[in-house]
């Protein structure tokens, strides 16, 4: 089979020209062990364009100062830019309005704010929370601690050998005990795209709220909350080309405005006495403390700059580079690949026979190769397949068909020395 | 090969990995302990026979691992055969400064044997856990200790 990656292809009446995409990202031309760097490691981060890099520093150059606080200008300057920045997110994924964008630390402390504040405030002896076999780690975690403390019940929805959910048994756990769902958009481990339209229409019809894990969704789907309807959602800067320690919480208002702070502080109080405070407006009650003011630059940044291609262009260009390496590894004796959902994001998890992951890993590392191998943070999911690990090459909107040969040269010279 | 991966991946070390040698369970080992290795999730179950002399009469190992880490217990299981605990504490000793870089440049690594094989290790700061965890385990079960041993 021939499959095609057009490095210069016209979608939408606009040219994906990957070479000069490329040339945004300064990363991309250092050497690892004298060796050209091929960088696939894009669902744990992604690298940054030095629109997102030179934004950043800007802030701290140019009009570096606190937010919310002072009458002077750079006060001023600083809270326009990380107002606007939350507009920017509120845009991109279509939120009603800017008071339900929250700016967190990541999707880890996005998950744990609603597990939290909204689940221990709602969530009761006896009942239950619904999550999915391949959550990651920061999607299982909170809920266990929210359960252990209110006795109430997790239950996770299996998957099929293809690392799909299996959507019968969604059907058979969701119950009128059932009084929250949180599961991932888009698999890290596996790349499957979850029926997440489908899973929170049934969710609705027993008035149970879901919260979406779109770490490694919104950076390959464009994601409308209002049209998926999703009560939650949550995501990470870092994995959207923009700052690490920066990330978003959407909450829908009427959820939000029901629920007590996260954390106690500065900002998020609008009047303070010894006996008793009062809480500022939304989304102020949960951004105690002084934020990450140069990381929410940024990361409005980044959504600029990835706008400014086109997430239908990337997801388009992102899924023929996948459909290519997929074929291409298909050759190799012993290989296979981990995750076959009919629809995937841009991620190929593999495990050779005879070879562990991290002896793959180390000799790829020696080509200039950076792939991920390990547990993924999933180790309830590697169980499901019976195996301890796997290798795992992500792939984002500034790689190339040629990395991919390179990929698969790496690969066949692990199999020569192990074979 | 790159020089520097030849000497991690020794045909010593890719040997053992292809055929591990005393990779078994015991059924009634005197002394047992389990290892686990979070970075990866591997984990490697150690097994012995040490008799009222206080001599390692079998020692055998299970579980899943990279080259690096099936080989070092492999290796391991070979060279304490017939070993005293104390003797075995000293090798644990001698095998731990030797991948932690401690001998320095010029390792007095003839005292060690085959061991010397993995001298590459130092070079990769990330896979010394993956030498070491088997001994760790091995220590803890002379030990006899229940807790699992992690290589953290
Ligand atoms: C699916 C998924 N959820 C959550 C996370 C956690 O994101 P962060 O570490 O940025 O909080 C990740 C990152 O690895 C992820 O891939």
């Known amino acids: 089979m021939d499959i095609k990656v057009d490095a210069a292809v016209n979608i939408n009446n606009r040219t994906y020209d990957v070479e000069k995409i490329r040339s945004d990202f300064p990363i991309l031309k250092t050497k690892v062990h004298g060796k050209q760097l091929v960088y696939l490691d894009n669902a744990a981060t992604t690298q940054k364009p030095l629109y997102v890099i030179d934004k950043t520093n800007n802030y701290y150059n140019k009009y570096n100062a606190n937010i919310h606080r002072g009458v002077h200008a750079l006060s001023q300057e600083a809270t326009e830019e990380f107002e606007s920045a939350r507009i920017i997110v509120k845009n991109f994924i279509n939120a009603l309005g800017k008071n339900e964008i929250i700016f967190t630390r990541g999707t880890t402390e996005s998950i744990n704010l609603v597990a939290s504040s909204y689940g221990r405030k709602n969530i009761k002896e006896g009942d239950e929370i619904i999550i999915s076999t391949m959550e990651h780690h920061s999607n299982i975690v909170p809920w266990q601690m929210l359960c252990a403390e209110k006795k109430a019940k997790l239950k996770v929805i299996p998957i099929n050998d293809q690392g799909e959910i299996i959507f019968e048994e969604y059907e058979k756990l969701i119950s009128e005990k059932t009084k929250f769902v949180s599961v991932v958009y888009a698999s890290n481990s596996l790349g499957t795209v979850n029926p997440v339209r489908k899973i929170i229409n049934l969710a609705h019809s027993y008035n149970i709220p879901v919260m979406l894990d779109a770490a490694q969704a919104v950076n390959h789907i464009k994601i409308d909350v209002q049209e998926l309807d999703c009560d939650f959602l949550a995501f990470s800067g870092h994995k959207l080309y923009g700052p690490t320690g920066i990330g978003i919480l959407y909450g829908k208002v009427n959820y939000l405005d029901g629920m007590p702070p996260y954390q106690g502080g500065g900002d998020m109080i609008s009047k303070v006495t010894f006996e008793e405070t009062t809480y500022n407006e939304l989304p102020h009650k949960f951004e105690a403390g002084t934020p990450d003011i140069a990381g929410a630059i940024g990361l409005g940044a980044a959504i600029e700059y990835v706008q400014n291609i086109g997430l239908e262009n990337i997801a388009h260009y992102e899924n023929q580079l996948l459909n290519y390496a997929t074929n291409a590894v298909s050759d190799l004796q012993g290989l296979r690949i981990i995750g076959t959902a009919k629809e995937k994001i841009s991620v190929l998890s593999f495990h050779l026979e005879n070879v562990h992951p991290h002896d793959v890993g180390t000799f790829l590392d020696f080509e200039g190769i950076a792939i991920r191998t390990g547990h993924h943070c999933t180790q309830p999911l590697m169980k499901r397949f019976n195996i301890p690990a796997t290798s795992r090459a992500s792939f984002g909107l500034y790689n190339t068909k040629e990395e991919v040969d390179v990929l698969v040269r790496g690969l066949t010279k692990i199999l020569e020395v192990f074979g | ?152």
């Open chain 2, 1 to 152: 090969m790159e020089q520097e991966l030849r000497e991690l991946y020794q045909e010593v070390i890719l040997d053992h990995n292809k055929s591990p040698r005393n990779f078994r369970a015991i059924e009634h080992p005197t002394n047992f302990a389990e290892g686990y290795n979070p970075l990866c999730g591997d984990n490697i179950n150690i097994f012995l026979i040490v008799n009222d002399e206080g001599i390692i009469e079998d020692i055998s190992f299970q579980g899943s691992g990279c080259a690096i880490s099936k080989a070092s217990a492999s290796l391991m299981t070979s060279i304490l055969k017939g070993k005293t605990i104390e003797e075995a504490e000293n090798v644990f000793e001698k095998f731990h400064e030797l991948v932690t870089d401690k001998l320095g440049d010029n390792p007095n690594i003839d005292d060690l044997g085959k061991l010397a094989v993995f001298a590459g290790v130092r070079e990769f700061p990330a896979r010394v856990k993956c030498a070491s965890l088997a001994w760790h385990t091995m220590i803890n079960a002379l030990h006899n200790k229940k807790e699992k041993a992690v290589t953290e």
